[in-house]
């Protein structure tokens, strides 16, 4: 059994020590990303070479540590570190193909983020990172699920950037939507013991199965359901709490539906954003429609 018992996000509004209740229940709504100071968290002689997604990263991490050492660090990101990888194929074209600085490069891969994690805490223990664009975060949880049943600690969490360049080409394609930039992380553990919820499901279906399976195993009477939408090429009709609309759309935006989810059934709360929630809210069940065929649901339990 996975039990989460803490999180961490950095995304539209003051999120990182508040969270998602707090800032939507007290109108917080800026259209832009609010950092923190990672100068209390991360030295500057650090910071200094860390780009963006790496310093969300490892402050969410660093956020999640409790006093038991996680065993584990599991990363997902959909696109990975753009800022640099922007910088490394610019140099590359700059110098014509001339020698190049391997820093850009090295610091470009998908896999930095867990290894800045690892490396500032010193964790020797697992580490991975998924990548399977709009299901990256799905990956990641259910990998970290299998861990727990091995009594393991695990860091996890999904982390996006959106740069200038990737806006500009979405808007030349003629996207509808554009992509944002968040990160969330988790600490998960097997152990029950002061824990929010429980991960009793993370499954990937396709479009077609997902009325069948919402009829089996969805009560209204005591479940909620919110959905959000992880792709920029997906038109699907969401009717019920939508979280992509807090935080914007990108690739691993599911975790922020996740947190989102952790932070409903931990709460009082009657009603958010106009939708009514049952008087003893037992489950949640996150629903992210990844792709045109592919749709995720993640159940969580109090």
Do not use: W
Request: aromatic residues 8%; contains cysteine; positive net charge.
């Amino acid at each position: 059994m996975a039990f989460i018992h803490k999180y961490s996000t950095i995304s539209k509004g003051n999120l990182f020590n508040h969270g998602i209740l707090y800032s939507r229940l007290n109108k917080n709504k800026e259209i832009t990303d609010i950092h923190p100071d990672y100068k209390k968290a991360i030295p500057k002689i650090n910071l200094r070479r860390m780009s963006k997604i790496v310093k969300m990263g490892l402050a969410n991490s660093l956020n999640c540590i409790s006093t038991k050492k996680p065993d584990a660090i599991i990363v997902a990101t959909g696109i990975g570190s753009l800022q640099h990888t922007e910088l490394f194929l610019s140099s590359f074209v700059n110098t014509e193909q001339s020698i190049l600085s391997p820093t850009p490069f090295i610091n470009s891969v998908h896999n930095t983020i867990s290894g800045q994690i690892a490396l500032y805490t010193g964790n020797k223990g697992y580490n991975s990172t998924y990548s399977q664009n709009s299901l990256s975060f799905e990956g990641s949880l259910l990998d970290a699920i299998m861990l727990t049943k091995e009594g393991k600690t695990i860091i996890i969490g999904g982390v996006d950037e959106s740069i200038p360049i990737l806006e500009e080409t979405l808007s030349e394609i003629g996207t509808k939507n554009k992509f944002a930039t968040g990160s969330t992380f988790f600490n998960i553990d097997a152990d029950k013991t002061n824990s929010l919820c429980e991960i009793t499901e993370c499954i990937i279906i396709k479009k077609e199965k997902l009325k069948p399976f919402m009829e089996s195993n969805f009560n209204s009477n005591q479940d909620f359901i919110i959905e959000g939408i992880s792709h920029c090429n997906i038109e699907n009709k969401v009717t019920n709490l939508e979280y992509s609309k807090f935080c914007g759309i990108y690739m691993t935006n599911s975790a922020f539906g996740m947190q989102l989810g952790v932070e409903l059934l931990n709460s009082n709360i009657s009603k958010l954003e106009g939708y009514t929630l049952p008087s003893i809210t037992k489950r949640i069940f996150i629903v992210n429609y990844a792709s045109k065929d592919d749709i995720s649901i993640i159940i969580l339990k109090k």
